[in-house]
């Protein structure tokens, strides 16, 4: 198994993307909002490219959310305000629009030398792209890429390549989940991931604030669709009322998803007129992400994402709810 090759075609054109960034210095962005398998991601092409002699820097709009915070180590990784550019190159992981690392990373890179991604619905913005969309992560894409080049994967690496492939897949539970998957993970693991503290650092640590963010999102659920659609809301102000953050929001959506007959939940959040939406399809005959392109978004086929300016739960709901109905009805009953 150790010869097996994860990506034969794509590992090298990564290869020669990798030898012209030589010389060069590289700033990594990372989409707003970042989740595991964009911290990891980042992190990961951070060390990598500073193990073949590039001097490379992370950058990301947000903070690194606390439940992600151990896993960077001693990467170098900077919030976007407050970073210069001194002739750095832009290299983009797990971002299918450019738009997505935010306004200030993309008034400092208007182009990007290399795209990496996973996501069905990328845009290919940059120069060279490499987008497999049935990768179930961007580190699944990069874990591979290494593997099958024979580069440095260090332990802080493993461990933030295994984090970004364990968070995409649910735990290994979703349909993107394949035997490669559990291959390149073991492979990880003997460079030095660790699923047990992975697991810990991100699933049993919660804040007494998330709870309670959790169960105002349970009390809001509602069906639509003959209790095929699973609707949660998280009203504007409810993050001064619990005290929780931003981050607790991540996973919420899930609880929708997993109710029983449940084909697709969805998150509809309100932060001061700004409308979030997650959805999730515990299957990907359902293309959610197409109903998120309805409105400016997109995603995968199981987990997409739209948001909307200047607007409400009130207005907005309605419309997303038509978007659905219309969606499934042209779906049909039968996968």
Known sequence: ???????????????????????????????????????????????????LGIEAVGLNRDSVPASLENFVGDTPLMLADDFQPDG??????????????????NELFPEVALNIDHHI???????????????????????????DLGYEIDAVTAQGLYVGIATDTGQFRFPSTTPETFEIARRLCEQGANPSEAAYQLYERESFAKIQLLQHFLDSLHMEFDNRVC???????????????????EGLVDYARAIDGVDVGVLIEDRDGAIKVSLRAKDPFYRVDQVAKQ????????????????????????????????????????K
Do not use: W
């Not at 090298?12 to 595991?36: I, M, N, S």
């Not at 990328?122 to 699944?140: F, L, M, Q, R």
């Not at 997109?298 to 987990?303: M, N, Q, R, S, V």
């Open 1 to 51: 198994m150790t010869d097996q090759k994860f990506y034969p075609e794509e590992s090298p054109r990564f290869a020669q993307a990798v030898e012209q960034l030589k010389g060069k210095k590289v700033a990594v962005l990372g989409h707003q909002r970042p989740d595991g398998d964009c911290i990891g991601s980042i992190v990961a092409v951070v060390r990598v490219l500073k193990s």
């Open 88 to 105: 750095h190159v832009a290299v983009t992981v797990d971002s299918a629009d450019f738009k997505r690392v935010g306004d200030r990373l």
């Open 121 to 147: 619905s990328n845009k290919e913005y940059g120069a060279e792209n490499i987008v497999i969309a049935d990768a179930c992560a961007t580190a699944e894409i990069l874990a591979g890429f290494f593997l």
């Open 231 to 249: 609707i949660g809301l998280l009203e504007n102000g409810i993050y001064d009322q619990t005290g929780a953050t931003i981050d607790d929001a």
């Open 295 to 334: 409105f400016s978004g997109g995603g995968h086929a199981c987990a997409a994402g739209l948001n909307v300016e200047n607007s409400s739960i009130a207005e907005f709901q309605p419309k997303l709810i038509e978007a659905l109905g219309e969606h499934l009805k042209t779906l049909g009953t039968e």
